[in-house]
């Protein structure tokens, strides 16, 4: 087989994680599997403990041909909206692979643009092995950082809930408004900012 040859063949399994939370990025990853991988237990993250994520993802990082991160900060969601936010994080993660893609097979509805032919496979994560891969190591990386995130701001308890809008989040954020990561654009962040600057200007 010719270099074209196997460069033609490489797919990539693209998927994100962090849509719905009030604070930190949304992260996607791409994930190119060798031809005809398995691995038990793969499938969509969210079906996972933690402790069981935390062991695919090692296996699957060491497994896979080239995988990669890609993320858009909260200033990025803030000005581009959570749904241009995270087609720009899957770009970036397809784009950062070692081995560029021919083919990206997304988790969704929607596909991000680039050198690439891409479709879109709706659930995803749980039937198609390189989404589901990485679903498991964008949730992974996602969870590691927002506890990176709860050291320089402890009192919002994002070692817990990874930003998701818990009522402890909430509480929290209504108590001491927003922090530099909370997405001023999504409406508990911007209430709870709104009423700070209420009470300071009072």
Same mark, same amino acid.
């Given at each position: 087989?010719?270099?074209?040859?196997?460069?033609?063949?490489?797919?990539?399994? %693209?998927?994100?994680?962090?849509?719905?939370?009030?604070?930190?990025?949304?992260?996607?990853?791409?994930?190119? &599997?060798?031809?005809?991988?398995?691995? #038990?237990?793969?499938?969509?993250?969210?079906?996972?403990?933690?402790?069981?994520?935390?062991?695919?993802? %090692?296996?699957?990082?060491?497994?896979?041909?080239?995988?990669?991160?890609?993320?858009?900060?909260?200033?990025?969601?803030?000005?581009?909206?959570?749904?241009?936010?995270?087609?720009?994080?899957?770009?970036?993660?397809?784009?950062?692979?070692?081995?560029?893609?021919?083919?990206?097979?997304?988790?969704?509805?929607?596909? $991000?643009?680039?050198?690439?032919?891409?479709?879109?496979?709706? =659930?995803?994560?749980?039937? %198609?092995?390189?989404?589901?891969?990485?679903?498991?190591?964008?949730?992974?990386?996602?969870? =590691?950082?927002?506890?990176?995130?709860?050291?320089?701001? $402890?009192?919002?308890?994002?070692?817990?809930?990874? =930003?998701?809008?818990? %009522?402890?989040?909430?509480?929290? &954020?209504?108590?001491?408004? $927003?922090? #530099?990561?909370?997405?001023?654009?999504?409406?508990?962040?911007?209430?709870?900012?709104?009423?700070?600057?209420?009470?300071?200007?009072?």
């Amino acid at each position: 087989m010719s270099d074209l040859e196997a460069a033609q063949r490489y797919v990539a399994g %693209v998927d994100e994680v962090g849509r719905g939370p009030l604070a930190g990025p949304v992260v996607a990853a791409a994930v190119i &599997l060798p031809e005809g991988y398995t691995c #038990p237990g793969l499938t969509d993250s969210k079906k996972l403990s933690a402790k069981r994520r935390e062991t695919l993802d %090692v296996q699957i990082r060491a497994d896979a041909l080239a995988w990669s991160l890609g993320r858009a900060e909260a200033a990025e969601i803030d000005e581009l909206n959570i749904h241009h936010a995270t087609l720009l994080a899957m770009q970036r993660a397809a784009a950062g692979l070692a081995i560029a893609p021919a083919h990206l097979l997304v988790d969704g509805r929607f596909t $991000p643009q680039g050198p690439w032919t891409a479709e879109a496979i709706a =659930g995803g994560d749980g039937s %198609v092995a390189a989404i589901s891969a990485a679903s498991i190591v964008a949730k992974v990386a996602r969870d =590691g950082w927002l506890r990176d995130l709860h050291h320089d701001y $402890p009192d919002y308890g994002f070692d817990r809930h990874s =930003g998701y809008p818990t %009522v402890a989040h909430r509480e929290a &954020l209504e108590r001491l408004g $927003p922090c #530099p990561q909370h997405r001023r654009s999504f409406g508990p962040v911007a209430r709870a900012l709104a009423a700070r600057e209420q009470e300071m200007g009072a």
